[in-house]
């Protein structure tokens, strides 16, 4: 499929043909949801931790005598039905990961770039490699370009540059190829990836 590139002035780089492998699958939501599901899964910290019964600090005195109080025979204050009783079966340190095979990975990246593309939300530019350039001409010029939105995926590295003057944009993202993952391509609005980046990507999916 064909895909006109452009610079970051606005201006036409020519065309250029998108691998159908990556860019012209149908998209599948439950594809897209396990690999996003993944990502969260491991990226949570999981050190979530409430105290048990044998946790808390209380005497282990018994409460009352065993017998005459006409009550409960209680052992002791921590029980978890007393205020300040351990908890019962609560949250402890845990892993939330899961295992995903790489070739579904693959396959959900390939589907995320897919999905920008048959929606129309995929920008291809010639590069942003940058001698110099600062945050207002940057923010200028991605305005005039009407990205509100946007994730940029640069080649193997990100032109340091670039990278300092987008810093304090908000609403950019910039990775490297090795760096694009599904998450970050559904939660911008557009996605924006360079010539570099598209080589890579089409290296590293292949």
């Given at each position: ?34 690999v ?6 491991n ?85 942003i ?28 590295t ?19 190829s ?18 570099a ?10």
């Open positions: 499929m064909k895909a006109d590139v452009i610079k970051l002035d606005g201006s036409s780089a020519g065309t250029l043909d998108l691998d159908e492998a990556l860019f012209g699958l149908e998209p599948r939501a439950d594809i897209l949801h396990r996003v599901r993944w990502q969260r899964n990226a949570q910290a999981g050190t979530h931790k409430v105290k048990t019964r044998s946790e808390v600090s209380y005497s282990t005195k018994k409460i009352v005598r065993q017998k005459g109080s006409g009550g409960a025979r209680h052992g002791a204050r921590s029980a978890p039905i007393f205020r300040g009783g351990g908890v019962y079966k609560g949250p402890t340190p845990r892993s939330h990961g899961h295992e995903l095979t790489k070739k579904f990975r693959k396959l959900g990246l390939c589907h995320a770039l897919s999905a920008k593309a048959v929606a129309g939300e995929l920008v291809v530019i010639d590069s490699d940058f001698n110099d350039v600062k945050t207002s001409v940057l923010a200028k010029a991605i305005k005039e370009l009407g990205w509100k939105r946007a994730l940029i995926i640069d080649g193997a990100v032109n340091e540059n670039f990278a300092r003057a987008a810093r304090n944009i908000e609403g950019l993202d910039i990775l490297p090795m760096g694009a993952n599904v998450f970050d391509i559904l939660k911008r609005d557009t996605l924006v990836i360079t010539k980046g598209l080589e890579a990507l089409e290296a590293r999916l292949k």
